[in-house]
């Protein structure tokens, strides 16, 4: 039986979110989804890449990241829990959520960032392989 290599191994349990999207397993994981040469933001509808007919290539045109909806799975995120996105739009709209309590305004808007951004605060705490357990749920 053949080796796995290290990258095709999820990571060590991890401390926190931040420590889990550093590690090779999710760079790797969020670089596949991200090589679509047919990714559209969802929110804006602008496009990741532009074909080029003289060159006959493809050019990155926008920067895109995977947004986590949920992180209840972590580290075997289903498709319905990660969103594709621009990064304009995620991050003004991760902007407005940490907002939200400056005044009434934000708090309207954070509820609509919520209904479309598909944002689950409370996943990352109940994940016990987000809080350094080995205990963590193979959802294949």
Not at 37 to 42: A, F, Q
Not at 49 to 57: A, G, H, I, L, S
Not at 88 to 92: K, L
């Given at each position: 039986m053949a080796k796995r290599k290290q990258n095709d191994l999820p990571p060590p349990p991890c401390k926190n979110v931040q420590e889990y999207e550093k590690s090779?397993?999710?760079?790797?994981?969020s670089k596949k989804l991200l090589e679509n040469?047919?990714?559209?933001?969802?929110f804006c509808n602008r496009h990741r890449?532009?074909?080029?007919?003289?060159?006959?290539?493809w050019k990155r045109k926008l920067r895109f990241c995977v947004h986590h909806t949920s992180y209840e799975d972590v580290?075997?995120?289903k498709d319905d829990q990660l969103l594709i996105c621009c990064w304009?739009?995620?991050?003004?709209f991760h902007a407005i959520l940490r907002l939200e309590n400056l005044s009434p305004i934000f708090k309207e808007l954070a509820t609509i960032v919520?209904?479309?951004f598909r944002y689950d605060t409370g996943s990352a705490g109940k994940n016990n392989y987000l809080n350094g357990s080995s205990e963590s749920r193979k959802n294949i």
């Open positions: 090779i397993w999710w760079k790797n994981k040469k047919e990714l559209v933001c969802p890449f532009v074909w080029q007919p003289r060159k006959k290539t580290p075997y995120e304009s739009c995620h991050s003004e919520r209904k479309y």
